[in-house]
């Protein structure tokens, strides 16, 4: 059943797996150094394994039209959300320069990768669904890298080659090989180890997210204008637009499922990292994050179990 009680007891371990890396940095046990080798491993091999082993020979997937609808339904909800919170953000006084386009990448886009995979896969353990959610994330991709970076630096500084990144790569390669029927030539033992391979990527990367949530904590005196409204935007005011796709638009029940549980998502912590890289005011960025991922706790399994039986999916 998809009530409250059973969703939380899915969405828990992801929460608990990202309070053991915030454990294990705080203690000492996984030193900051480790981070970039361990998140590279991650974006390099583990997760492109995991998009083999569930995009290749995916029922869902196999049809252009349908990658195209996902994919611009990523970037356009993706671009929709930094609007409406960078309108939003002048309501608490915020400026250019001053934290208001920082606060806008970090409340429009949401954590819509290796905190949204493990429930994805708990809640709908198909392999269609799985498969519909990494051709979701092509459009986000393009939209942090041109909507989100282009409103810090500018869109003709924005550096849009790199939403060409691996995990993205690996998806238009194992589109790639289903457009083409090429599929059916990849060896079971390929996909085993795929398999393997990719199982290791979200403990990994959940594991680097709650470290890094435990170097930001305590940084930055927490300003509550932010606070408050980051929650009420990102999960609150622009997770309609997400049910409002599932609900009103001819979708497959694969793409429904996709759309409910990223509207339920927090804020990404990779804005975080776009925020210092790109000129953005970082610890804007990281209020919105702490606050949005604290309050997701209790939203999350309500909001999915909500959208669930709403709309019958």
Avoid at 35 to 45: F, T
Avoid at 231 to 241: K, M, N, T
Wanted: glycine letters at 10%.
């Amino acid at each position: 059943m998809f009530d409250f009680a059973s969703i939380f007891t899915v969405v828990l371990p992801v929460y608990l797996a990202m309070a053991a890396g915030f454990t294990v940095r705080k203690t000492g046990l996984l030193p900051a150094e480790v981070d970039a080798g361990m998140m590279r491993l991650c974006i390099v091999l583990l997760t492109p394994c995991l998009i083999l082993e569930r995009v290749v020979g995916n029922a869902s997937v196999m049809l252009p039209l349908p990658v195209i609808i996902a994919a611009g339904l990523g970037f356009g909800l993706a671009a929709l959300g930094i609007a409406i919170s960078y309108f939003a953000a002048s309501l608490i006084g915020l400026r250019k320069h001053e934290g208001r386009r920082s606060f806008a990448v970090s409340c429009g886009l949401q954590n819509y990768g290796f905190v949204a995979i493990p429930i994805v896969t708990a809640l709908f353990p198909d392999k269609g669904t799985l498969g519909v959610l990494f051709t979701f994330t092509l459009g986000v991709e393009l939209a942090c890298w041109t909507a989100g970076v282009g409103l810090l630096t500018g869109l003709g500084k924005a550096p849009w080659k790199l939403a060409l990144n691996p995990p993205v790569l690996t998806i238009l390669f194992s589109l790639l090989l289903n457009f083409t029927g090429m599929h059916v030539y990849v060896p079971q033992f390929v996909h085993n180890t795929m398999a393997m391979l990719g199982a290791c990527a979200v403990p990994v990367a959940l594991l680097i997210i709650g470290a890094t949530i435990a170097d930001i904590w305590g940084q930055e005196r927490m300003r509550w204008s932010i606070a408050v409204l980051a929650p009420v935007l990102r999960l609150g005011l622009i997770p309609v637009a997400f049910f409002a796709g599932a609900w009103y638009l001819p979708l497959s029940t694969e793409l429904k499922r996709i759309l409910i549980v990223q509207g339920a998502m927090p804020s990404a912590v990779f804005s975080i990292m776009v925020g210092k890289h790109y000129g953005g005011h970082a610890p804007t960025a990281v209020q919105c994050v702490l606050s949005t991922t604290v309050v997701s706790m209790i939203t999350t399994p309500l909001v999915i179990a909500w959208a669930i039986k709403a709309i019958g999916v």
